[in-house]
């Protein structure tokens, strides 16, 4: 339920409203506005209709929340949040590109890269130091070592990292090294995961799930933010449908639909998007021009060598290419690199 | 099979081997270019290695055709074809939108929306007389009426039109009215209608099926051009996933594969595509971005009452708006509307 | 709209009320039971409630139709359709195996593949004639040599036949050749060819095209009803999803809830549905036991030499188990072969 | 890679080619067979060509293992496994029901469905005190508090208990209370939660993502197993397609290939697999017919009043029906309830 004060309201208006709230059992909500303050009440319907809250003089307007959704949900926060990644401000009018490797393989391999973007102004880093792989025998991933060379990478070359969390009992550890979770495709719906994280300050990348609809893509944002922490980005990643000649079908629908949908920013990522490395560039200046707030591109200096999703990284010279290319659609999108 | 002449082979040298590839019963292709002159072989796989082109003289290089499809492939034609609707040039460095009623309802509401487009300068007028519906008991188009108020709406206001076929019979009647024929998702492979707009001389406008894989769609229309008719425009309308709050899935991937696959131009129909008014526009910025040739659009001066789709109709004031935000998109993707 | 009249009513009284709907402009329904009559009326909606029917003495009930289609909803009719196929009748307590080749390739392949199924008790052949092949350049079928063929398959050992119709204006001639049409899943909304089959009194096996819902299938079915031919059998073929290690994925919830649904029999093509020739005999099974009124397999006396499909084809010694091995199933359901 | 060894091979000589497979640093298997021992090496396929077995006089043959997974594979293990949960034989030819509330939600409700169950003979108690839901304000399950009720309704009415599991650190705790964990659809590629039940002792009952591949599945399982547990039982339950009709597309194509894929036993979920309660009955005599060791259907005793689900759940009449509905399929597939 949505109440919005009128103007004159006062803070301790507010305040009485919001203990009456609690009173009942129901989550109180205090958004404060430029012109006027907007609170919020969350709980069982039932209950919600007994506040009458339309009979205070101080309220203006009472609304139900009618999507399943609350807390991300537009009709609740009318504007864009802005969300920082270590300093970062990810949403509203910035377009942000976070790049890097799918896996942290070494110091040589992640600094390199982190070098190479560095030139090209890229701000955040990202590189996997837990991999969920579908095969027991693929390389799983550094562990706590990736994410101690994700830390000096950060301290050499001042880039905030982001990188994937797969199970509840790291969220602590990775607090010390990272400065963004990543959640991945498959653990969309890990809801003990989306708890773990909303129990942390750090913010979190929530991939959307590779058969996950639209609405359960934001009822996982709510399960994070309904545990406490408000600092989630949303990513398309792709989907799974019937056709084979890109390893998933990226889905810009999506992004525009959830920018309409939601106040929180919205991520594409073109390398699993496609899976098909001359896709990358097209579809990244498509991400710009539909509303998204970013990218996350993989990449590699050597892919040939990458010990995992080599085919999709992106060289030096692709993603020079790639920064060229998709300048002029940001600024068509009126947001700023 | 590709055959690349050396630059200083003559038209004598080039019809000496087109005559070898037909005395074979294979089918022959000349293909002359600023600088050398190619050639292809196409038809049974054992006869074409019986040619031993490359024992000629004049033949640089002979490479077989990797795809399945052959006429379509920018492996036999590097350069993007142009096809002319009516006198409008479509495809190249050309942006084109094409708009207009998915049914023609009547002669008012036809000049209507065909005047509200002249004003905004829009090319290209489009209109439905025969319909493919679901059910049986839905409105099925004017038919031959409906095709003469949209050669009338031609007439006046001097937009050529595009208008769907769904019966190999109608074409010869279809060629005194319209000047595209449009292929809709449900008969991409009713063969024998591509076989009949492959007999006539007007363009094609082939869309998507919901489900067909990038490929099969290639492979209709290598059904058209096969059957003698070049002139054939691709169009993403859309795929059918699990995804219920957009109509369709507008696979983007999809366009920029065909780009590359393909020298034919590939359209965008962000109408069927989204299915959702709001995302219309978006999905059209993106298809720009991503390197489509043109847009279709549904629009409908007042879509509560229109007789198919009004849900999805760009009204006059939006259709207005959705020009005036495309134009950076086009020209960042250094095309010219 | 359905119209239950009480026990006494009279053909006269039926007459009456048959009348009134046809006067109206709408289509009357006249279906005699064993305990009552109970009439029909289809037409738009706000005609039909003008009817104002129950104030008739003879009428019992009034209830509409919920569903989008009616002539073939099981709320119209509640027992099964028996439908005759050249003298065979499918459907009600029958399980009925339809069998052949993908394609007719020559009199010697088609009357060793009859002979073989002829001695294993199968009464239905089928063959391909006119095929719709993905690619130009795939075999195209023998057309009407294939036909003829077919019918002299007929006459020498007594199988009706079964082939597929791809464009309207074959309707007539086939109705020389064969027994039932097939519209294949490429045509399910080939409207044309739907109303076309639909003027002919020969039945019709409708396969579901390979991304249509339920709903649509019933649909298209509905459209060859209205169109005057009420010899409708539907057949579910597998639809398309992300899964690759099959052909399709053959939809057993779909003939389950068809069953219920509506009157018509229902199908299932296991050759197609699986594309795995090892794994048409457990869902041949599977079928029988959800309740299929017969199955569709494709044979071939020498697979590696077919012209289309032979990675599926079963061969005689395939066939031979697989009727083994269905029986018990067909018994289980309280079903006859 | 597979090793067969010779009949007259002693335990000796497969020690000796054990040691020296695990001297290399490889994964050494030790399946000894009726007349011949097999024994499996995994690991670097480097590594294994280097072990040059054909050269022991006591090998038969040594055959690479060609898919992707390993230890699940038929190739590796020819005969069905069987599992016990509780003592409760699964797999081989015995048909099992499982079957239970979707959740835990009181002693009152648990113990009547047991009750009713065990009238009817039903082996093994399914019931989530976990669980996974799509919203966080959605009933979360009650905790170890259900767990603690499925172990009292174990002990009175005798019958093993399956539980949900979505989190590793619950697994100690679990083993406490119940006979099988299950792990959902949704958490299929949570990788931390299989080797977490890869440690564990009691069996798991894996079932299939909702979009994902059979392979995937197979290599979810081979997580489990390449941990230490091969008690793995795969269920089907549905994938997700465009179809809206039916909750889930249940993929009957998928359990027909998985028994020849692998010797784990297969279970398929009729009730998630259709969503809807009139399709559970025909889907479960489809299941058996196409080779399933089982199903696992949701039941409550009044399906109105159900936390979760309670749209496909069973009642004690529904159930009664569909066992008896069931057996005749059974029986035809040659396997016991």
Redesign the interface.
């Known amino acids: 339920m949505i109440i919005v004060l009128k103007p004159e309201a006062t803070e301790a208006d507010a305040n009485e409203i919001l203990d009456k709230i609690s009173s009942l059992g129901l989550k109180p909500l205090y958004m404060p506005g430029v012109e006027r303050t907007v609170l919020g009440a969350?709980g069982d319907e039932r209950v919600l209709r007994q506040l009458h809250l339309d009979s205070y003089p101080m309220v203006d307007e009472v609304k139900p929340i009618l999507s399943?959704?609350k807390l991300v949900a537009r009709e609740l926060q009318a504007h864009d949040s802005i969300i920082s990644i270590g300093g970062v401000k990810v949403g509203g009018g910035n377009f942000t590109v976070i790049a890097g490797p799918c896996s942290v393989e070494s110091k040589e391999q992640l600094f390199g890269i982190a070098e190479m973007l560095k030139a090209q102004h890229i701000p955040l880093l990202r590189g996997g130091a837990y991999k969920?792989?579908?095969?027991?025998?693929s390389f799983q991933g550094l562990g706590e070592e990736g994410l101690a060379l994700l830390k000096s990478a950060k301290d050499v070359y001042g880039m905030p990292v982001v990188s994937e969390i797969?199970?509840?009992?790291d969220a602590d550890l990775m607090s010390d090294y990272v400065d963004c979770y990543q959640i991945g495709a498959?653990?969309m719906?890990?809801?003990?995961l989306l708890e773990a994280v909303g129990k942390q300050k750090k913010p979190v990348l929530l991939k959307r799930g590779?058969?996950a609809?639209?609405?359960?893509l934001l009822?996982a944002a709510?399960?994070i933010i309904?545990?406490g922490n408000p600092n989630v980005i949303l990513c398309e990643r792709?989907?799974?449908?019937?056709?084979?000649?890109?390893r998933n079908?990226?889905?810009?629908?999506?992004?525009?639909?959830l920018?309409?949908k939601t106040h929180l920013p919205v991520f594409v990522d073109p390398s699993h998007?496609?899976g098909?490395k001359?896709?990358i560039n097209?579809?990244s200046?498509?991400?710009?021009?539909?509303?998204a707030d970013g990218i996350i591109v993989e990449t590699h200096l050597n892919p040939k060598e990458a010990l995992s999703d080599g085919h999709q990284a992106l060289t030096a010279d692709d993603f020079s290419q790639l920064m060229a290319d998709i300048k002029?659609?940001i600024?068509?999108?009126g947001k700023q690199l």
Do not use: W
Not at 213 to 216: F, L, N, S, V, W
Not at 249 to 257: I, Y
């Open positions: 969350l399943p959704y969920p792989r579908t095969s027991p025998y797969i199970d509840p009992i498959r653990n719906q890990n809801f003990r590779m058969s609809t639209i609405e359960e009822l709510e399960y309904n545990a792709g989907i799974r449908t019937f056709e084979t000649a890109t079908t990226l889905d810009l629908n999506a992004v525009a639909l920018k309409q998007g496609t098909v001359s896709l097209p579809l200046r498509a991400a710009a021009a539909v509303g002029p659609f600024s068509a999108a």
